[in-house]
């Protein structure tokens, strides 16, 4: 996703000159071709992500487009307050770009698990919320996200994340994706963990169980519709996300179910049940210690339905 963000930004660059790159003292190698080809539009703050996001409302406020790019949970809780005051509250074109989404930052701990950068970026008017599934979404978002007229927050795993599309298809803002038909219980995921949803999909249809799969690229504003017809037609609904399910996508799909009166609805949260990312290791140790694995999200859709 990372690649297919900056490569994105980069064509935009070509296009727009209010195209800004901001970086917290990362993105080393990666920004190479941005950097020789627009060196005024590259700016390196240190490790300093606060005082980036100022810069970047200060910069915004001239007409510029910058898009602010570090580790997802430094930029949403460490620049929290910058990001309230100086870019949402100001309603600032700021484009916040996390990299290292849930606990894809697997061998560095805790401190670099981005676990509740959704809920914040939640909570702030105005903000919009990109959390794509693939390079190919995480192109469509950093397009999108240029196209909007105010703050946005791009939660983006780092490179190599395997592909859920195979071509293209039509991304729209705020309209989430059906990727596989199903009538018994409908998942809805969003973000890099699609690619095992994906899988525990196929073993549940060996199981004979036929499950909907949704993806949600767009955490805020959220497709209602998507979700109420899925409870209206399958009538159990688990939602997997790699954050915790306080005030994530989880929470997200609940208020929508219950502010519709749609009971009875069976439904389940999967995700970090008000604790840290356990554990060390690979990504794939800790989907697996964290409970975010194939086999322990077909266990949750077994006991849901």
Known sequence: MRDAYIAALYDLAKDDSRILALVADNGAVVYDKYRQDFPGRFLNFGISEANMVSVAAGLASCGKVPFAYTISCFITMRAFEQVRNDVCLQKMNVKLVGIGAGFVYSNLGPTHHAIKDIALMRTLPDMTIFSPADPLEARYATIAAAEINGPAYLRLSTGGTPKVYEQDYEFKLGRGVTLKEGSDVAIIATGGILHEVLQAQEELKKMGISARLINIHTVKPLDEEIILKAADETGAILTVEEHSIFGGLGSAAAEVIAENNKAPVKFKR????????????????????????KKHIVKAVKELI
């Open 270 to 293: 999967l995700g970090l049940n008000g604790v840290f990312a356990q554990g060390y290791g690979s990504y794939q140790d800790m989907k697996e210690m964290n409970g975010l694995s």
